[in-house]
């Protein structure tokens, strides 16, 4: 049989498992809470950057308007406008092309589609571009499709 001191000590203990389960349970509700915010948060920041990446291309669609409009009187300056205002809106974002045509073939931020000979420049030189390359706030963000010299 149990003493009185053996009944009250798992006594204490039954007592002090039920706060402990109590902790866990809560902890294991606030992480859920926190999961939660930390997606809507998320979700929030995701729908915020697509809303301004829309109005920003509905900017571009009152170009073309603007253009189509102006079409039967100088229909080059009005691509030149619209491509302005799409290089502008790109450069905004940190989108920025770089040069290629001239320089020295490297894989790391060109992509070769093709080699021609050229008896001007020195073999492994870009000759042609036919995809513009782009960097994103200095990071690559296309590689240039490029022909080189042989």
């Given at each position: 049989m149990a003493t009185e001191t053996e009944t009250s000590e798992v006594q204490r203990l039954h007592e002090e498992l039920g706060r402990e389960h109590d902790m866990y349970l809560r902890a294991l509700a606030d992480f859920d809470n926190y999961r939660r915010r930390v997606e809507r948060d998320r979700e929030d920041t995701a729908r915020r950057e697509k809303r301004g990446y829309l109005?920003?291309?509905l900017d571009l669609m009152d170009g073309f308007e603007r253009a189509l409009a102006h079409l039967n009187?100088?229909?080059a300056e009005a691509v030149r406008m619209l491509h302005r205002q799409l290089q502008g809106m790109l450069e905004a974002q940190g989108v920025k092309a770089f040069p290629s045509v001239g320089e020295t073939?490297?894989?790391e931020v060109h992509e070769a589609i093709g080699s021609e000979p050229s008896g001007e420049l020195e073999a492994g030189t870009v000759t042609q571009e036919t995809r513009?390359?782009?960097r994103w706030n200095g990071e690559l963000l296309r590689p240039a499709r490029v022909r080189v010299a042989q």
């Open positions: 109005l920003s291309l009187e100088d229909p073939f490297n894989p513009r390359g782009y």
